[in-house]
């Protein structure tokens, strides 16, 4: 933006009135690489609410509703034993983000992150899988429980030999 365009912007500005407070959008054709720039510029006016440049990285997490999970009855010490988790993402955007257990003696929770990547997404309730690898480490019953985003847990209990 040359100091001719910024002129015109601040005339606008006035013409306007828009620091009464007046609802309406305000679309900017800025050079790449001054987002940074326009946005501390922009910040300065009063009535400036929201700020959005397309350079914006659009990810976010979340803990997704868990669906299912396919848990065996049985396994042996030792071995892998794959545990295929289903799960809800809320848009087109949503897909796997993040694994994350907790032990505490035979029981392991397992928390699941769905990771949001885009700005704009297709509004369309997905069910994603992933698998996770339990390798137990002792013989016994073991308990396998996946976290809700409510607090609750699905839970599992697998007999290993």
């Not at 509004?123 to 992933?130: A, F, R």
Request: charged fraction near 20%.
């Amino acid at each position: 933006m040359n100091e001719s365009n910024q002129k015109d912007l601040l005339d606008l500005i006035s013409s306007l009135k828009l620091n009464q407070k007046k609802k309406g959008n305000l679309v900017l054709s800025i050079p790449e690489g001054t987002q940074t720039y326009w946005k501390t510029e922009m910040k300065k006016y009063s009535f400036v609410e929201w700020i959005e440049t397309f350079d914006q990285v659009c990810i976010r997490y979340e803990q997704p509703r868990i669906i299912s999970a396919n848990v065996p009855d049985k396994g042996n010490i030792n071995q892998s034993i794959p545990i295929k988790i289903k799960f809800e993402v809320l848009n087109g955007c949503g897909g796997f983000g993040t694994l994350s257990e907790v032990n505490s003696g035979n029981t392991k929770t397992i928390e699941i992150k769905a990771k949001y990547e885009g700005c704009y997404c297709n509004q369309s309730i997905e069910n994603i899988e992933t698998t996770y690898n339990f390798i137990p480490s002792k013989a016994g019953t073991h308990i396998i429980k996946l976290l809700q985003p409510t607090g609750d847990f699905l839970t599992y209990s697998i007999n290993i030999q």
